[in-house]
Nanobody, 115 residues
Framework: QVQLVESGGGLVQAGGSLRLSCAAS????????MGWYRQAPGKQRELVAS???????NYADSVKGRFTISRDNAKNTGDLQMNSLKPEDTAVYYC?????????WGQGTQVTVSS
């Protein structure tokens, strides 16, 4: 079983920063890809950022230069540092982990950016 526990969501003013953390119950070396997705009201879920086992990253165009995804091997976490937040970043953010034979999601955490 792979379990993901999210933390770090909350309310922040525009221009501020938040750091989301996704803690995995297994070594991140066993995870092929970890990603952060978000879903705003009335919109489909979209990929925000992802990182592979080898450290390759991918970002949505809307967050490039502002968000950074990383992994912490010691803590078995995949983190999303969000800087220069905008009101349009407001959404429920979901952590996802994929490996051979599994595809697991976290429960989601609300991020609200006020103007």
């Amino acid at each position: 079983q792979v379990q993901l526990v999210e933390s770090g969501g909350g309310l922040v003013q525009a221009g501020g920063s938040l750091r989301l953390s996704c803690a995995a119950s297994i070594s991140i070396y066993s995870i092929s890809s970890m990603g952060w997705y978000r879903q705003a009201p009335g919109k489909q879920r979209e990929l925000v950022a992802s990182i592979t086992w080898g450290g390759s990253t991918n970002y949505a165009d809307s967050v490039k230069g502002r968000f950074t995804i990383s992994r912490d091997n010691a803590k078995n976490t995949g983190d999303l540092q969000m800087n220069s937040l905008k009101p349009e970043d407001t959404a429920v953010y979901y952590c996802n982990a994929k490996g051979y034979g599994y595809d697991v999601w976290g429960q989601g955490t609300q991020v609200t950016v006020s103007s």
